[in-house]
């Protein structure tokens, strides 16, 4: 009976006709995509983040908007969400409505639809709450070629805005700050925001979203898979003076803590100007900023030039600084 | 450094280009399916069975064989599988690398290419050893029609097999039988059986794994959305004598316990004859048998001749029998 409950309540909240079928497979239609030439995009992500609330947002939002992302990564158009949850037992249904609420409304907000689902219920001590799967199914049209391993010397570097706020508000909604803050996560689906970048700046190389490990880690994956190197200007990435106190009081540094709601973008230095005006009369881009360069180096490095004016190697980040932060 | 030797356990394991590009989505072809006329068939599933090693297969064998299993059931080819991991700490990399190589070895058998994934670790006591969730992408050629809604009065009911092992195999590995059995999971992914089963006979109306909730289960969700009733003959439902037994001595019927690979196929009776002959020739189907016929009743029910002559109803399972089976 608790599994009927559950399932009323994932149905009542995501309820579509493709869900409604109540048959184990979803059969869904491509849309007109320039009739089908183009590749299939897929992605997916477990969730597991610690606690399932947290200024700004939910694991609900976050297993959405996170999936929307990687797929929007790829320059490709979000169009299917497949979702399955294991829940501890215990968990109160009114968490359940919640969450799946907040799902909902991620989904509208990205224009996706969740049309495959799938609960489990674990026994108590046996799961923490609430873990969320998703997978996320998109299209990429015909010729667009956007990935890590397309950075070429010259092109610029942008982030869309200030960074290390996802990280910062879920520590402090864990009570591991011995401080209060006023940082919200800025977990978001980024899709169509992305689909007005590639219109005004239609030769991006990469999209890559900073989430786990943060700007540092993601910048330290491009230049390997493109076989580049990087110089950063420290002074040009954008930092909320909050996140930055934060960071300060931890130890920790804001390149590495994880964005839910960011993008970088990088690409050739004739179409950076058009990119940033774009972003900058978009909600969730007025924050950006060009943060450096793609130096051919086979060294494989990122280096910045810190306000001081020295230059530092920005390193790997070795394992996990935080975990369950997403 | 843990997080990039379980990258690397399933990097190793399940290595495919697409794997391997190190970015967080995969673009992948559609392949020339009747030049994509048809439909995306997706489905997902969460999987918490307890054990993970269990006799006849494992978590990942039953993540690969449930997913495959449900775009089966569309009629569809499944092409591509995501995978998810939530691992607790101090898990063991052995364990890891046989579960990764178990998957492998399902998806080579199934054919299906396992094209994104991720890892999360949570501390220990916050999850229990390993869960996966897995979700699959397939096809659905024009004009196929296959779902629970599709079954017609005089319909011929098959079951591919003896029904009932996986879960006895899952509670005998769990310890909780008071005596010893050989009883092994019937764990399999189906695809390529039900493909040569559309080939014989190809006006198939419904077909559906029966596994949480095992045959009865099945077969009354389906009277629901076909709005129709059932007829079964109790000796006609092929059941290993190992199982029954096992079944006398729990006080269950093996009607409700979980199968995972078995199929009930339901369809016109002038192509029952070519379904089973097929059947009986695949490795998977030999035990296949006709056990009942879709009946014209608004009543929805699931009716049984019994061996002894009478007549009984065969009611919707309330609940779980078995809790993490799947």
């Not at 230049?223 to 930092?239: F, G, K, R, Y």
């Not at 990119?275 to 978009?282: E, K």
């Amino acid at each position: 009976m608790t599994h009927d409950l559950i399932q009323d309540i994932f149905q009542t909240s995501f309820g579509n006709p493709i869900l409604n079928s109540f048959n184990d497979f979803a059969g869904v239609s491509l849309p007109d995509l320039a009739n089908l030439k183009g590749k299939l995009c897929i992605s997916t992500d477990a969730h597991i983040v610690n606690p399932i609330f947290f200024p700004g947002g939910d694991i609900g939002r976050l297993a959405i908007s996170g999936t929307v992302n990687d797929i929007s990564m790829s320059g490709g158009i979000p169009l299917f969400i497949t979702s399955s949850f294991i829940i501890e037992e215990g968990l109160s249904f009114d968490v359940l409505r919640a969450i799946a609420g907040s799902m909902n409304a991620a989904a509208s907000e990205a224009n996706v639809q969740i049309v495959a689902g799938d609960t489990k219920v674990v026994e108590k001590g046996k799961a923490d709450k609430l873990f969320i799967s998703t997978s996320g199914i998109g299209w990429i049209p015909e010729g667009r070629r956007i990935g890590g391993e397309m950075a070429q010397e010259g092109d610029v570097i942008i982030i869309s805005g200030t960074i290390g706020e996802h990280g910062i508000a879920v520590l402090a909604a864990r009570g591991d700050l011995k401080f209060t803050t006023t940082i919200q996560s800025d977990v978001a689906p980024l899709n169509h925001l992305i689909q007005i970048i590639l219109e005004s700046a239609p030769q991006v190389h990469v999209l890559r979203d900073p989430t786990r490990g943060g700007l540092a880690t993601s910048l330290n994956e491009i230049t390997l898979q493109s076989q580049v190197s990087i110089l950063l200007e420290e002074d040009a990435i954008p930092v909320k003076p909050e996140v930055r106190a934060a960071c300060e009081m931890l130890g920790f540094d804001p390149l590495y803590v994880a964005n839910e709601g960011k993008v970088i973008i990088i690409l050739p230095a004739c179409e950076a100007e058009a990119a940033l005006q774009t972003l900058h009369n978009h909600s969730l881009g007025k924050k950006a900023a060009r943060i450096g360069i793609i130096k051919k180096d086979s060294s494989n490095r990122v280096l910045m030039k810190t306000s001081i004016g020295g230059t530092r190697i920005v390193g790997m980040l070795a394992g996990e600084m935080l975990p369950r932060i997403c």
